[in-house]
């Protein structure tokens, strides 16, 4: 009988804080709406495209038939984006502004028959030392381009080339690797800025002090909370899942339920770092430094916003045990690699671990008041 009461307690609980949170436009908005904005910024920076194009500016000094032809050419070409300045010195003042990558420069010439009456000339790429790099890559383009047409001019085939292939497999786009890591993120602020902040609210108000006056002790509290955030990030990741597919075209190289589960899993464990915080603190004002001295690490150090390997080496294995870095592995390996859950063995022990150490340390420091 007293188990029986124990959990209907615990599931009454939950259902008035699952309400409170539905009417609380602050909590919707920050735990909905906040996260798709992020979604939408990184959307447009990663997905916008689906391979990656140069914005040059091309001037033809040399008016010839050869010349304008190239000059067309170029702008067929899907990995150039043109502008349509003709002036050297108006394309210089652009790239000063970073509106455009390069400059082809096609002098005076360009185009002419030689001696032996093909076609002949320099193309001149210009760029600054902020685009050094897409200004290489354009001459290499360039350089390539003209390989095929001196074949086709000359008719001689050079003695040694290079071929590629396709592999014939769908890669991911680097919106579908961003995604995971923006996911982590969303994870980290939903599980431990709402607690923190919902938390000192309740105790500033004294409804957590006439709680107190209840039967309901703490730990049936923090679970029925739990319960209620968990409702809280399903709704969150469902709808960020939901608008990557459709607007961005998201795709899981692996298990899809499998994601979402493990998602769930991480918001689960983040929930128990917000709930330690904001159930320890009296208000906002300790709760506030304190949950942004448990994020930050998290935030910059679990391969959110750039990946882990590219740390040094003793950094990576030292970061592998911040919480958050199994959660963001886990997500990509699942999205990238099509791992199954036996091979998230190590993510799933150090994601366990921590969820047992927070979730007792939740239940020992909550204070009421």
Known sequence: MRIKRYFFTTWAMTVLLTRRYMRSKTALFFSILFPLI??????????????????????????????????????????????????????????QKSEIDAIIQLPKGFGEPNASGYPSGQ??????????????TVASILGAGFAVTNTQITRITPPLTVVTKSTEQSGLTAFDYAFTGLLGFSLLGLGIFGPINTLPALKKSGALGRLRTTPLTSMQFIIAYAASSIVAGALSIGVMFAVAVVVFH???????????????LGAILMFGFGMAVGGWANDEKQAAPLG?????PMMFLSGVFFPRFL???????LTA?????????????????????????????????????????AIMIFRWE
Not at 292 to 296: A, E, T
Not at 311 to 317: K, T
């Open 38 to 95: 992020l979604l939408f910024v990184f959307g447009g920076l990663f997905g916008s495209s689906n391979g990656t194009t140069f914005k040059v500016a091309v001037i033809d000094d040399a008016h010839t038939s050869f010349s304008q032809q190239y000059v067309g050419q170029i702008s067929k070409e899907k990995v150039f984006k043109v502008n349509p300045t003709t002036s050297l010195s108006d394309a210089k003042e652009l790239m």
């Open 123 to 136: 193309a001149i790429v210009l760029y600054d030392q902020n685009s050094a790099t897409a200004g290489q």
């Open 250 to 264: 998201f795709r899981v190289n692996g298990n899809l339920l499998l994601f979402a589960l493990y998602a769930l």
């Open 292 to 296: 942004n001295l448990v994020s930050f």
């Open 311 to 317: 740390m040094p080496i003793w950094l990576q294995h």
């Open 321 to 361: 045990f911040i919480p958050l870095s199994p959660v963001v592995d886990g997500l990509r390996m699942i999205s990238t690699q099509n791992k199954s859950l036996l091979d998230l063995g190590p993510q799933l022990a150090i994601m366990g671990g921590w969820m047992i150490a927070i979730y007792i340390i």
